[in-house]
């Protein structure tokens, strides 16, 4: 039971939620809710919908918790939808919609930005506490121990023109993120590559 109603947009049925105190969390499938009386219903298998809950006892919570949607999205490349000849920047999330009248849960899919060829992410390690980044490695070279550690996330992308602009083929290297991406990697075309690299802090990593 939340303290306030909460508007019927704000948690969809079969929707992912997380609530939380100073000492605990707990994730759960909403599987009925009531926005004018602020209550959330979950119990184990709801729905038909995946992944449904496990157990029908997530813990007590107080005044102090808070619950908050869960949306999870997965960025990806893949061919474009528009343009199959090039690859783009895609996104998947778990989110509830209304389809013909029902109210459903699936992964949606969304194509973000045509002409990306390649997308690379470096975790960036604190190891003496200072705030800043004193090494960077890729999430396999990670051990589970240090993850706590990280506080930045480089991000590199590899773009591409639609059309084939240049007069040669492009046969240069291309340093993303640390990832060297050279002929014949990058596309035998003559289609202008061009690199985007930026380092970010995670808000709550970095004081």
Not at 1 to 9: A, I, K, R, S, Y
Not at 12 to 28: R, T
Not at 111 to 133: C, F, H, P, R, T
Request: proline residues 6%; aromatic residues 8%; contains cysteine.
């Amino acid at each position: 039971t939340l303290q306030n109603p909460f508007p019927t947009t704000e948690f969809g049925l079969c929707e992912i939620a997380i609530i939380c105190d100073p000492h605990q969390a707990s994730m759960f499938q909403i599987s009925g809710r009531n926005s004018a009386a602020g209550t959330l219903n979950y119990t184990s298998s709801p729905t038909t919908i995946a992944p449904d809950n496990a157990i029908t006892n997530i813990g007590s919570y107080g005044d102090d918790a808070q619950i908050t949607p869960y949306k999870p999205v997965i960025y990806f490349i893949a061919p474009s939808t528009q343009n199959p000849a090039i690859n783009s920047l895609k996104k998947r999330f778990f989110q509830a919609r209304l389809i013909a009248g029902v109210e459903t849960a699936e992964m949606w899919e969304e194509e973000l930005l045509e002409g990306v060829e390649s997308m690379q992410i470096l975790y960036g390690l604190d190891v003496d506490n200072d705030q800043i980044a004193d090494r960077f490695e890729a999430a396999n070279d990670i051990a589970a121990s240090e993850w706590p550690n990280v506080i930045t996330v480089r991000l590199g992308l590899l773009m591409a023109t639609g059309e084939e602009v240049t007069s040669q083929i492009d046969s240069n290297s291309y340093n993303v993120a640390g990832t060297i991406i050279s002929a014949p990697t990058t596309p035998a075309d003559r289609r202008l590559l061009y690199v985007v690299n930026t380092t970010i802090n995670l808000r709550n990593r970095v004081q």
